[in-house]
């Protein structure tokens, strides 16, 4: 379980092919004080770690969630949010986030809004119904709030500080980002008998 708060922009050091592809990210973690088997969200992606050293860990990711989800174009280089999870009476400062990514989504729009810059950011039709405006949503991990809904297009303003501390500051239109919904909207729609793909 996590926030939605990355802690650190990782950075991709090794793509390692095979039955599951490996990622070696290297971070400003304390790796010693991770253990093994424990879960970082990656770009919003909840992920086991596999194998930890100074200052990179690693983990396996099966060919479904490639193809589910950015991490299939991740390439030695990339910058990645990372966040550890939510511990037992830690702040809640964005909101409940699974790591569990629903689908990917693009960045339509980007444009400066006083200090903020504004992004327009298009869905998968079938997902336009679990976004409201002034609701949660997670794009590459980061819990950002709603503006407002256009059919599948929705807004939201990041302020100078989350552009500094997350992968937005090299966002641009085109981009695709792991969306996660409102884990509130899943369950809303099951109990409606309306699930969502």
């Keep these: 379980m996590f926030t939605g708060i990355v802690t650190?922009?990782?950075?991709?050091?090794?793509?390692?092919?095979?039955?599951?592809?490996?990622?070696?990210?290297?971070?400003r973690y304390d790796t010693g004080a991770i253990a093994l088997g424990a879960s970082?969200?990656?770009?919003?992606?909840?992920?086991?770690?596999?194998?930890?050293?100074?200052?990179?860990?690693?983990?396996?990711v099966s060919g479904e969630t490639l193809s589910r989800t950015t991490l299939g174009s991740w390439r030695p280089g990339t910058r990645v949010n990372l966040e550890r999870p939510l511990a037992l009476g830690d702040e809640l400062g964005g909101h409940i986030v699974q790591g569990h990514v629903d689908a990917v989504a693009r960045i339509v729009g980007r444009r400066p809004e006083g200090d903020s810059v504004r992004f327009l950011v298009e869905l998968?039709?079938?997902?336009?119904?679990?976004?409201?405006?002034?609701?949660?949503?997670?794009?590459d991990g980061v819990s950002l709030t709603?503006?407002?809904?256009?059919?599948?297009?929705?807004?939201?303003?990041?302020?100078p500080h989350t552009l500094s501390a997350t992968t937005f500051r090299e966002a641009e239109e085109g981009t695709h980002v792991n969306f996660e919904m409102d884990?509130?909207?899943?369950?809303?729609?099951?109990?409606?008998?309306?699930?969502l793909p």
Excluded at 9 to 19: A, I, K, M, S, Y
Excluded at 146 to 159: K, T
């Design 124 to 139: 998968p039709p079938a997902y336009a119904r679990a976004v409201a405006p002034k609701g949660s949503v997670a794009l």
């Design 40 to 60: 970082i969200a990656c770009a919003g992606v909840c992920l086991t770690v596999v194998e930890r050293a100074p200052g990179r860990f690693a983990v396996d």
């Design 146 to 159: 709603v503006n407002e809904v256009d059919g599948n297009r929705f807004g939201v303003n990041i302020i």
């Design 183 to 195: 884990v509130l909207a899943r369950y809303v729609a099951r109990l409606l008998g309306k699930d």
């Design 8 to 27: 650190d922009v990782g950075r991709v050091r090794e793509v390692v092919p095979g039955g599951d592809t490996r990622f070696v990210i290297e971070t």
